[in-house]
């Protein structure tokens, strides 16, 4: 299955990766208009394209990196709420009931972990189509400064 029929797929089915999903295209998008510009010999129209996919994409990392921590940040409350709830659990009900919450606080984590290779996978593939398509690479996001992003960095999650 192709990536962007997978994302499509489920962000239907998750509304936190609908955002992914239009954005990836949109940046498809820009990479197609970029591609026929320079098949036309319009090397100064390339170039405008190329800064206004370079922008683009700037406001995509942005935006990811926005997002992952401000989900991060209501994560870690989540977590502390729950330490605390359990810290005052005296009766089998309440254990019950702590024990449903931590196994929907999984969830949260998984999605959100799965949101997180999403973004990243979507970024990399992104950036290797522009390079395929257009023979040049976006100086300002090259691959390896991706794995330093904080939508990329699941250690609060894992440690």
Known sequence: MK???LLRSTARHLPEVQELSRQYKALKK?????????SQGNFQGANECEDEFAKALGRHLRYLNETFVEREEQIVMRLEALEEESRGISTPEGCHLLIRRCVDFHGELVLFMHWSMLA???MVKILKKHRKKTGGTVESVPIETLVKQPFFSPEVLIG
């Open 3 to 5: 990536f962007c029929q």
């Open 120 to 122: 990243y996978t979507g």
């Open 30 to 38: 820009q990479i197609r208009r970029m591609q026929g510009v320079l």
